[in-house]
């Protein structure tokens, strides 16, 4: 079993609804990030938190220490949205172990 | 420059061939972390610095691979005698701090996506 879960691996959406993208993870961490990976592999981060909700404008990041679960939200979903979304893990010891990605594509 | 910057951004190899691949993390940031991220694959943890030390390189899939960060700046990753299951994407971050349980935010590289034939 992997120690960063992530759900769902694909996702198809019409442009404007809501969407959530789900983390599960099995080891203690210092804290969570949200990545973005665009076709050509850049990739930026989002998010970094560990505890509590963060929001960047559409964005909004949670975290559930107690549950080891964090969500991705996207709210007024957009094209320009479409992107593999990673949530990565990072341990007490520095060591990062990241989840499969979910696969956005948001439709017009 | 103001990111992460990897070189070369594509690598063509011959099995057995050796490769390099730089990485020049952000002016003045501690940590540099190498990644590999297979096709439809999430990254994989290879390897970690702080400043010019060597702190985790359990990530490291051989003895092939090694990886030095000599004046605590670039970094280079080294990958001899190449073998068609290295092809991969080779992502490098650095973080502004280090130490354990110490967070700032991550900045990637583009990657190298390297290809031995």
């Known amino acids: 079993k992997n120690e960063v879960e992530q759900s769902p691996q694909n996702l198809t959406a019409q442009e404007g609804e809501f969407i959530t993208i789900n983390c599960s993870y099995s080891?203690?961490?210092?804290?969570l990030h949200w990545l973005q990976q665009h076709p050509g592999g850049g990739i930026v981060s989002l998010f970094m938190l560990s505890s509590g909700k963060k929001k960047h404008g559409r964005l909004i990041a949670t975290i559930n220490i107690q549950e080891k679960h964090s969500s991705l939200h996207i709210t007024a979903s957009h094209p320009r949205d479409s992107a593999v979304y990673i949530c990565?893990?990072?341990?007490?010891?520095?060591?990062?172990?990241f989840g499969a990605g979910t696969r956005l594509t948001v439709k017009p | 420059g103001a990111g992460v910057s990897q070189s070369p951004r594509y690598k063509v190899a011959k099995r057995g061939q050796d490769v390099a691949l730089r990485c020049d993390p952000i002016s003045g940031h501690v940590s540099l972390f190498w990644y590999q991220q297979a096709l439809g694959q999430g990254p994989e943890f290879l390897t970690y610095?702080?400043?010019?030390?060597?702190?985790?390189k359990s990530g490291l899939p051989s003895d092939r691979f090694f990886a030095e960060r000599p004046e605590g700046s670039v970094s280079t990753l080294k990958i001899q005698r190449t073998q068609q299951e290295d092809s991969a994407v080779y992502l490098c971050?650095?973080?502004?701090?280090?130490?354990?349980?110490?967070?700032?935010?991550?900045?990637f590289g583009n990657g190298t996506r390297l290809t031995v034939t």
């Open positions: 080891v203690g961490i210092s804290a």
């Open positions: 971050a650095s973080s502004l701090r280090g130490g354990t349980g110490i967070n700032s935010p991550l900045h």
């Open positions: 610095f702080q400043n010019e030390a060597q702190l985790d």
């Open positions: 990565a893990v990072r341990s007490f010891n520095n060591d990062m172990r």
